[in-house]
């Protein structure tokens, strides 16, 4: 099975809880936009700690290196298969000034033309409700249980 790891990164302004959450680049997802963010994540490199893996997809996806506290969340399982381990974390950062790596592909399909892509196009904090949907629905169970380990 494939794996994921990422991390929920939250704050709190002004007695509001807000999470971070981030949107795929490409131009698959360009007109997406409900059940399509996700928390910061991405494939374990082999031999890769999963929580080491989680902190480098987000530093790769955001330019912010999350620290600890970790709080470890129980996994879940995306429509495709694959499993996405996840971290909560503390952190602030200015969701308009990300930077990410890019990916290229052919586009458009069989033209022949190669284009780089960011793999985030935007990112933003959002309270519960609004995260809830926005994020795949399968990850809504990371800002449940979240929110349930901090009452």
Do not use: H
């Given at each position: 099975m494939k794996q994921s790891a990422g991390i929920l990164l939250y704050k709190k302004v002004e007695g509001k809880l807000l999470f971070f959450l981030v949107h795929p680049g490409g131009p698959f997802f360009?007109?997406?936009?409900e059940g399509w963010w996700t928390v910061p994540k991405g494939e374990l490199l082999?031999?890769?700690?999963?929580?080491?893996?989680?902190?480098?997809?987000?530093?790769?996806?955001?330019?912010?290196?999350p620290l600890p506290p970790f709080l470890?969340?129980?996994?879940?399982?995306?429509?495709?298969?694959?499993?996405?381990l996840c971290w909560a974390a503390v952190g602030n950062l200015d969701a308009a000034t990300?930077?990410?790596?890019?990916?290229e592909i052919e586009?458009?399909?069989?033209?022949?033309?190669?284009?780089?892509?960011?793999?985030?196009?935007k990112a933003g904090w959002f309270m519960y409700d609004e995260a809830?949907?926005?994020?795949?629905?399968?990850?809504?169970a990371f800002l449940d249980e979240f929110i349930l380990k901090l009452s």
């Open positions: 360009a007109k997406k936009n082999p031999d890769e700690l999963p929580l080491d893996a989680a902190v480098r997809e987000f530093k790769e996806e955001t330019g912010y290196k470890e969340l129980q996994p879940i399982t995306q429509k495709a298969g694959k499993q996405v990300i930077t990410c790596n890019t990916f586009w458009p399909p069989k033209s022949g033309k190669i284009k780089a892509f960011a793999e985030v196009d809830k949907l926005l994020i795949n629905e399968r990850q809504v």
